[in-house]
Structure formats: structure tokens, C-alpha cells
């Protein structure tokens, strides 16, 4: 539906979920971590924070042109190569720096982020709508 946004009571909860059992999966790939959930909810936290943030730069910044949806696409690419750098980087690899991991890992929760909005905005076209709401 054009003029949607996901529906925080769903999108959030979801999304806490999916990175709490990355957060756990980390922790059995660095042998220590955080309590997955406390991870889970960190990373929906700064990256809602700081995609926010970022989106008001770049259109208070870029005119409106027809290569929009590039802008986008790049915006949501360097906002989650961000957000997962920094996340990785303040729960496991300070401590014992292992590059080639850190790469693997950034990159895959990388696709983790984009896997997920993929499939729940499969599941709200699938489904008429029901996981998003309209913007006035």
C-alpha cells in the first residue's frame, strides 16, 4: 500500500525477537556476549535511532530527483553497515579482534536486516496490508 509505514506493534516486536536469536547465535560464535535479548533490543534501538536520524539528513539534504529510490537503497545499505559495525564492535570484537570474523559478521547481519524487512513486507502484501499502517 503506498503511504505505509510497518506497524510498530508488530514491526518492533519482530524485529527484538529475530536480533535476540542473533545475539545468541554471537554469543555461541565468541564463546561470551551479552544477554541476547538486551542485544536484541540495542540494535532495534540504534538502528531505529540512527536510520532516523540519517533519513532526516539526507531529505533535508537531496532535492527530490528521479533517482530517489537509488538514494534509498544506498541510505538503507550504509545505515545497516553502520548500525551492525558499531553493534559487533561494542559486544564482541574490541576484545580479541579477529577481521576476517568481523567482516563475515557485519556483513551477515547486514542481510540478516535487509532478509527480514524483506519477508515481513512479504507477509503484509500477502496478508491485504495487516502488518502496516497508513501515513496521513
Known amino acids: 500500500m503506498p503511504g505505509s509505514l510497518p506497524n510498530p506493534v508488530f514491526y518492533f516486536p519482530a524485529k ?3 536480533y535476540s536469536l542473533a545475539g545468541w547465535i554471537l554469543n555461541k560464535i565468541y564463546h561470551e556476549g551479552v544477554n541476547p535479548l538486551i542485544f536484541g533490543i540495542v540494535r532495534v534501538v540504534v538502528g531505529f535511532g540512527f536510520g532516523f536520524l540519517i533519513l532526516v539528513a539526507i531529505t533535508s539534504t537531496v532535492p527530490d530527483s528521479t533517482s530517489q529510490g ?3 537503497f544506498i541510505w ?3 545505515t545497516r553497515l553502520i ?3 558499531g553493534i559487533i564492535w561494542v559486544f ?3 576484545k580479541n579482534l579477529s577481521l576476517i570474523r568481523f567482516l563475515v559478521v557485519v556483513i551477515l ?3 540478516l536486516s535487509f ?3 524483506a519477508a515481513f513486507s512479504w507477509i503484509d502484501d500477502e496478508f491485504a496490508n495487516t502488518l502496516s499502517i497508513g501515513m496521513c
Open 16 to 18: 527484538v525477537v529475530v
Open 70 to 72: 537509488r538514494s534509498d
Open 76 to 78: 538503507l545499505i550504509l
Open 83 to 85: 548500525v551492525w559495525t
Open 92 to 94: 564482541y570484537e574490541r
Open 109 to 111: 547481519g547486514t542481510l
Open 115 to 117: 532478509g527480514f524487512d
